[in-house]
């Protein structure tokens, strides 16, 4: 297995562009994760899904955000306008049960300008 | 409100030398916490969960409730542990997401 994907693995883009991620879990993980890593911040959950369900979305930062599980293998987390202060590292993680050991993509280096 | 605290940004030993990662948390109930590791150019992955109670790469961690602290331990440091490190906890209940500390950046020099 590939472990989780993610896509891109940067991405430039200027402030106001529409932003999205993707991600591929592993297969037959049930649970996926979200996060923004910042230095300021450090590592910060978004949002996740159980069974392709959001379960909580309290950290996705405002209205801008926002993050589809349209399926098992498949999930995207768009920003919407994008903004400078967007400007982190965003990883993809999956675990086989929300309790069980997280797996972490590579990441998605977005700088916004 | 839970709570990871990382005191430390950065630590730099030197090889050999032993090594303390500190982690202390804010929780009322029970917790379970990981160490999870980030090495240059890897994906961050776990090290280890106290529930394991298991030594991994040398390192160990003992939850300490009096003193609310799972801090991350190993005798003799080698370079090749140079990463970032994380703590995070998980609280009981139907909800657990992980609440993460800032992390740790280890330099362990030759």
């Known amino acids: 297995d590939a472990g989780v994907i993610q896509s891109p693995r940067h991405e430039v883009t200027e402030m106001g562009q529409e932003v999205t991620l993707r991600c591929k879990p592993i297969?037959?993980?049930?649970?996926l994760f979200w996060y923004r890593q910042t230095m300021m911040r450090g590592l910060e959950l978004l949002i996740y899904?159980?069974?392709?369900?959001?379960?909580?979305d309290s950290g996705m930062p405002e209205d801008r955000f926002s993050a589809k599980m349209p399926n098992a293998s498949f999930s995207t987390l768009k920003i919407q306008p994008s903004e400078p202060r967007d400007s982190a590292v965003y990883f993809c993680a999956s675990s086989l049960t929300r309790w069980e050991t997280q797996y972490f993509g590579p990441g998605t280096r977005l700088t916004v300008l | 409100a839970q709570r990871v605290t990382q005191p430390e940004k950065l630590l730099s030993v030197f090889k050999g030398a032993p090594v303390e990662l500190k982690c202390n948390y804010s929780y009322s109930g029970s917790p379970e916490l990981f160490w999870y590791v980030q090495y240059s150019r890897q994906r961050l992955q776990l090290l280890l969960r106290?529930?394991?109670?298991?030594s991994i790469k040398g390192f160990t961690a003992d939850l300490n409730k009096g003193e609310t602290s799972f801090h991350l331990k190993k005798p003799f440091a080698q370079e090749e542990d140079s990463a970032m490190y994380y703590c995070a906890l998980t609280a009981a209940g139907n909800n657990r997401k992980l609440i993460w500390g800032l992390g740790t950046s280890l330099a362990v020099n030759p």
């Open positions: 297969s037959g993980h049930n649970s």
């Open positions: 899904f159980n069974n392709n369900v959001p379960i909580d």
């Open positions: 106290h529930i394991s109670r298991e």
